[in-house]
């Protein structure tokens, strides 16, 4: 798998929509990269989504990143955006993110809780992203949340396998025992995709 052309630079298409705390010189590599929201947008135009679950929302760059992506896969189809965040660490983080996620789709919601205590929610996704708290228990749970809310034929991307190596085992070994192929990208934190 390798990142689509038109999605080679997502700094340009997220530059409108950064937090002023993300306006830096410094530490931004994440945005300026070039192997990081770069997967999003290409993973998430393969696929075409109807509708995107994400667990850890901040300012909305990985929610811009895929729903570009899948824009660009059907420019006249407003995917569905359910986006999880306790905003343990940004206060209002997920109203900044929502006015930058409805400019690609007016189908967007989020809720403001602990992703421990979601409830049951009977909509199914075809894509869900992990990218709360990066714990093993709260790994599993998220895990478990994802897997209950996926379409058939979905997929689960988890983020940081690098920057946090101890998630990366349990990872694996939760995939083998839920019946999912874990594929490693190497991306600036490290993805797992399972499908
Ligand atoms: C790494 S940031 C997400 C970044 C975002 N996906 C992006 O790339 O633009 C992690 C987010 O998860 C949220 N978070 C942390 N622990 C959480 C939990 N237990 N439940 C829900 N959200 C959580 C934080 O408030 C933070 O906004």
């Known amino acids: 798998m390798k990142i689509a052309e038109f999605a080679e630079d997502m700094y340009p ?32 135009n393969m696929l075409c989504p109807k509708a995107i679950c994400e667990i850890g929302v901040r300012f909305g760059y990985s929610a811009i990143s895929m729903l570009w992506g899948a824009e660009k896969a059907d420019p006249f189809f407003h995917v569905r955006y359910l986006g999880i965040d306790n905003e343990s660490a940004e206060e209002g983080s997920s109203e900044f993110a929502l006015k930058g996620i409805r400019k690609f789709t007016d189908n967007a919601s989020t809720m403001k809780c602990d992703s421990l205590t979601t409830g049951h929610i009977s909509e199914k996704f075809n894509l869900v992203h992990v990218d709360g708290m990066h714990t093993v228990p709260w790994l599993f749970d998220d895990l478990r949340f994802a897997r209950a809310v996926l379409k058939n034929g979905g997929v689960i991307l988890v983020d940081d396998m690098t920057l946090f190596p101890a998630l990366m085992p349990p ?22 995709l399972l499908k």
């Open 13 to 44: 298409i997220l530059e409108p929509y950064l937090h002023p705390m993300d306006r830096t010189p410094f530490g931004d590599e994440f945005l300026r990269t070039k192997n990081h929201y770069e997967w999003y947008a290409t993973i998430s």
């Open 171 to 192: 990872t694996k070994r939760w995939a083998k025992e839920n019946g999912f192929d874990a594929e490693f990208i190497p991306t600036h934190r490290g993805m797992m």
